[in-house]
């Protein structure tokens, strides 16, 4: 920056002393032809008005303005001048080269005026001449030296030259400590912007001016930032689904090892009875059923996971949702001895996916009924809130470890492994609840409370 603004001012020199060598004198010429034309037409005036008063005049002309004055009969002999003659001489006539000048444009004179620059003999300074007629005849003739006009020139050039060095040295050295004031943050965001290409987040563009810099440097911030947590949350994502891939291995590796052995037993006739190949081919079919009810969960989790899920949003009332789901397990309550307890108001409307918040209700009741211990109480309740509904199951029991608690919501997470097969869980169906509650643009938590854990999904 500094050496184009030295190179620019430079430049900006040389254009001024060029327009001045050039067309300095040219714009002299012009500018002071309104001037001798309104000097003429005054002179005039005062010639017809009052001649006594022209030597005056012409004098005063002389002396403020530098023109010197002439006036003449029709036969070039003065009559009048601003300023005195050789008294070596009475001559009267006017110089060979104005004389000529006026000879050799009287066409023009007679139509107009004559205004133009005459070259004086033996390299003097060339004049302005202005010649006009009067309306006996008479002729004035107005002259003022080029001289004066050179040496401004000239003047001017070296003034120009000498202020624009000195411009050019402190312009320079200012631009030069600027440019660094404005680079050094424009070097710092380009490092930044570097160690980001190299995914090296941990670098800030330290800028607080309120400027357009600071600005991008704040922008830059916050691309740092958000591409950090970008990485971190792929990061996450990639070890989850590492993680997937060896818990359902896992689940799978299981009933396909069962399968296997009852298979080859049947195979090898180690079921000698009718009655013994029977359990042989119900535990095979059982495993069976276990590993399709799981490859659902896991398409239906994927499903909603997508974001290709197409939720059918309907107004309906939730209690007599939630009444619907527990009928489904009167059977089951009756035969593993489960209290019920329902604090359901009625006319609890929602706008939801019927079957998704169905879905979610009918996981969270098969997950207390799996888990249920103690008292073996199940508590329903179904409450109205500023942000939506709210509805919690909570079941009698062992409280979550509080290291489980954050993970508990994880794809094939289990708290109690063994327990897990025991009853045929999978880990699927929290994850479900968590998906169908942030489709919803919801929330679903859990909570240790005395004698038992409450899980709850917020539906707005």
Partial sequence: MALIFALF????????????????????????????ISTGAEIRKEY???????????????????????????????????FPPNPDTNDTRLPNEIE????????????????????????????????SRIAGGELIILRKPMKGIGESVAIANQFYFISGFISVILGGLFIFVFSKKITKPVIEMSNVAVSISNLDFSKRVLSDSQDEIGNLGRSINNISEKL?????????????????????SHELKTPIGVIKGYAEGLK????GDKEKTDKYCTVIADECNR?????????????????????????????????????????TFLEK???????????LIVAADYELLERAINNYITNAINHIEGMRIIKVTAEKKESGIRISVFNS????????????????????????????????????????????????????????????????
């Fill in 9 to 36: 001012m430079l430049f900006l020199i040389i254009c001024g002393i060029l327009l001045n060598a050039l067309f300095l004198e040219p714009y002299y010429i012009f500018k002071n032809k309104d001037i001798f």
């Fill in 48 to 82: 017809i008005s009052n001649k006594r008063n022209v030597p005056n005049l012409i004098s005063l002309i002389d002396r403020v303005e530098s023109i010197s004055c002439t006036i003449t009969d029709k036969d070039l002999n003065a009559l009048y001048n601003s």
């Fill in 100 to 131: 000529q000048l006026i000879l050799n444009n009287q066409k023009q004179l007679s139509e107009n005026y004559i205004y133009t620059v005459v070259e004086k003999p033996n390299d003097q300074a060339p004049k302005l001449v202005f010649v």
């Fill in 228 to 248: 950090s947590g970008s990485m971190e949350s792929l990061k996450l994502d990639v070890e989850r689904k590492k993680q997937l891939v060896r818990n359902i």
């Fill in 268 to 271: 090898f006739g180690v079921a």
């Fill in 291 to 331: 590993m399709d009810n799981m490859v659902r969960e896991l398409l239906n989790l994927s499903l909603l996971e997508s974001g290709m899920f197409q939720m059918n949003l309907s107004r309906f009332d939730a209690a007599e949702l939630i009444e619907k789901v527990l009928e489904r397990f009167e059977p």
């Fill in 337 to 347: 001895g489960i209290t019920l307890d329902l604090n359901i108001p009625k006319n």
């Fill in 397 to 460: 029991g062992k409280p979550i470890p509080k290291d489980d608690l954050p993970h508990i919501w994880d794809v094939f997470y289990k708290v109690d492994k063994a327990r897990s097969r025991q009853y045929g869980g999978h880990g699927l169906g929290l994850s479900i609840v968590r998906m169908i509650a942030e489709l919803h643009g919801g929330v679903a938590g859990v909570e240790n409370i005395s004698e038992g854990v409450l899980f709850f999904i917020e539906i707005p």
